[in-house]
């Protein structure tokens, strides 16, 4: 939307406090984050270009002039966005949309139902570029929102794609050669599983190699240079979702390690039993194949399933893990400390950020502020700097040592919040994962499933074979 009258009255709202966790969740971009200054050095930039004030009353008749344009993006539930995620994909969008001489302002809000950013740029760059709200930029703003979700993982809200591409000569070429996109893809993803720590950690690196990932009822994927994207379950059942789930989550345990058991617990003797029966149904030919390992044939040494019980078993051993009652118990421990560590890792990214930018602004008012034969957004840097090192107290080159030493203890301390919460969230997952299995086995489903799936996919096999007799006939 387009502010045409009270900019600092917007700039006040969205940087609140209270919305926004005492503006750990808030990140601007040649300005500060604090309102009044925020307000006070745009306002120097707008009114170098525009030729009028600021602050002048919208016209009762006639076309207001535009002093800044305000978006909100807003994230679904089902997304499970946190607000630091939120707060990154807020940045990634301005800056990828706008440019570095923007005058932007974003803020993550958490107080609502819903999380959302509120992304606030001045209608006039730092070099006098002036900012639209038209339909092109309308266009381009859905292109870089899709663009940057993905990048992050996230579904887009707006959903905004090309149309009427004409084929790729690499996709021409595979199709001369007889090169099947689906075996591209299963190239690629076995490629990256031994290297990944989660599903969401491999769709991103997939698009981090030009792979366009959809997440819909179903998750489709497309390689560079492919015209129609196909789901995952399309690659066969080593691929799904739930499939490549285990053969990541479980990967580093592995599968029948033989370590001592340390009691004979109900929960061990059921997961005993039920490997037993698996391995029956393995054997004669009763459940789905599906691999643990996709670089040797399938068996029953190579089964999935197997695999994935077997693992599950070792961790009850090895956490000595004696009942369900004691494994819930460690879920919630183990989700609280979750939660804890990302909440400082967010504060740290945030500060660090910050004082990152500090540094850089320091550092180029030092480096110009004698030169005599700067341009008007040189100028106009060197003010938002010298505003910005006041707010901070920064009077001399010598403090911007404690800044840098702050920064890489900063960092420091950003990558041991890192490797502590992947570590944190792979038990957590595990000890869910394991949970949910010993539901389905104490309830008596987890064979059953199998069975089931198995005979499913006999029907359809059936189903298909009846089709094609019945074109072949039809054809003759």
Known sequence: MVIHNNVQKTLTYILNPDKTDDRILTSALNCMTEPELAYTQMKAVYEQYARRRYDTPPQKNGKSAIKAIHYIMSFADSEDVTPELAHKIGKAFAKNMFGNDVQVVIATHINASHIHNHILINSYSLSGKKYYDNQTTLRKMRETTNGVCRAFGVTPALNFENKGRSISYYEWECK????????????????????????????????????????????????????RSVSLWRLGEDYTEESLNARILWRMVGGGNAIEHFSSSEIERAYISVIGEVRILAEQGNKIKRRANNNTPYGVKNDLDIFRLSAQLTVINRDRIASIEELKYRIDKQTAEYKALQEQLSQKLLEQEKVQALIEQSEYYFENADKSDLSAEDNNCLEICKSSMQANDINSPNDIISLRERNSKLLSDINALKNSLANKKNKLVRYIDIRDTYNEISRGDYISKLVEEEKFRREKERQKESQKTKKKKGSR
């Open 176 to 227: 001369k050669k007889g090169t099947s996109w689906k075996e591209h893809i299963r190239n690629a993803i076995d490629s990256l599983i031994p290297a990944i720590n989660s599903f969401d950690e491999l769709m991103s690196e997939l698009e981090r190699r030009g792979f366009t990932i959809k997440r819909d009822k179903y998750i489709y994927i497309k390689a560079p240079g492919q015209q």
